[in-house]
């Protein structure tokens, strides 16, 4: 019974960033029903450790434990609350293996897996790497849960144990694989860009929208803004989003495009400078195909994606997020080439 002491102090870590958890789940569109993951980790570890015993110490687990208490405890200085609470996560799951053995270890590790499905952005990550719906992304969270549990259905019956080593392999090639996937898109750090939107900009000509209902209850507590800008056979749409110190009301521009029904064909960071890049959408629904231009920016910093921004987040900051948009009549290269020149024309007017 002493060695199920150091696994109960494992869950501080986790505690400590329930209010992050909770805020997650109760603010934020992409996050809402994630706590049910938590919810069904719980019968899924008391269903894998049923009859099991602690074994031998094993001091491998330090692998895992000490950079997982490294990340979780140094928040303020990475500012990924997503990665604090998966690091969480690893500090129950080392403890378990530290204090219980290997085979205790892996006997939970689908119950892990569970509540690591339950870490905010997860499902956003998802559907960013299947190029789908968030609510099917979720789906899929939902099938790997149901998975996990067979795993341990199948673990309970016939006792069958992966070697450590093979799971650090396949962990680490998870790990490579999300981190070159995103690598450009956390660490790039552009200036920060907050445009005002004049009458005349350029060649371009425009005016103020009335916000849609629509628009309005998505950024509940954002204030929002809409324009309309034409040059002869250009046509471009401007979505500006004050949202301040409110993290959860930033959304991912692929998920507002999905959200209104449009197929996302494709996403991709497009860097128009050294200092500055956006996120470029190529999106279509029925007969009408748009090229959408996002980015994320605060006085201090700009960053192209959704997953940028999360990393370079700040509490006191004071954040806005840009779509624009036009109506693609001919091939892609066109379409960005207006983007660039009414993006020019936005840049010398704010300096």
């Known amino acids: 019974m002493i060695k199920i002491i150091p696994v109960i102090v494992s869950f501080v870590p986790l505690f400590l960033h329930s209010p992050y958890l909770w805020q997650a789940w109760m603010g934020s569109r992409l996050d809402h029903w994630d706590w049910i993951f938590y919810l069904i980790s719980i019968p899924a570890v008391l269903w894998a450790v049923y009859r099991e015993k602690f074994g031998k110490c094993d001091f491998y687990a330090l692998l895992i434990l000490i950079p997982s208490l490294l990340l979780t405890f140094s928040v303020q200085i990475h500012h990924i609350n997503a990665v604090a609470v998966a690091s969480a996560v690893g500090v ?11 085979r205790l270890a892996y006997r939970v590790l689908p119950a892990v897996i569970i509540l690591l499905l339950g870490t905010p952005s997860s499902s956003y990550q998802l559907s960013l790497l299947m190029m789908c719906q968030v609510t099917a992304a979720w789906a899929v969270k939902m099938l790997l849960t149901m998975l996990c549990l067979c795993w341990i259905w199948y673990t309970k019956r016939t006792g069958y144990e992966l ?59 954002g ?11 250009a046509d471009i749409s401007v979505l500006a989003v004050k949202c301040g110190k409110n993290i959860h009301e930033i959304h991912p521009a692929s998920h507002c495009l999905r959200t209104s029904l449009w197929t996302v064909n494709s996403e991709k960071i497009l860097y128009l400078h050294d200092k500055f890049a956006v996120t470029e959408i190529d999106a279509e629904k029925g007969g009408t195909r748009i090229l959408v231009w996002v980015w994320y920016s605060s006085e201090k910093l700009s960053t192209p994606g959704f997953l940028g921004f999360r990393r370079h ?14 109506i693609m009549s001919g091939d892609v290269e066109k379409s960005r080439n207006e983007l660039k020149k009414f993006m020019q024309a936005l840049t010398l007017r704010s300096e």
């Open 92 to 102: 129950i799951f080392s403890a378990v293996w530290l204090i219980g053995s290997w």
């Open 163 to 221: 070697k450590r080593g093979t799971v650090f392999f396949i962990a680490a090639v998870i790990a490579t694989g999300f981190v070159l996937l995103h690598s450009k898109e956390f660490y790039f750090k552009g200036t920060g860009f907050i445009p005002d939107f004049p009458t005349h900009c350029g060649d371009f000509w425009g005016r103020s929208l009335q916000v849609d209902e629509n628009t309005k209850r998505f950024f509940v507590t």
């Open 223 to 233: 204030t929002v803004r809409q324009y309309r800008y034409t040059k002869n056979d």
């Open 313 to 326: 987040f700040e509490p006191d900051g004071n954040y806005h997020t840009y779509q624009i948009s036009i």
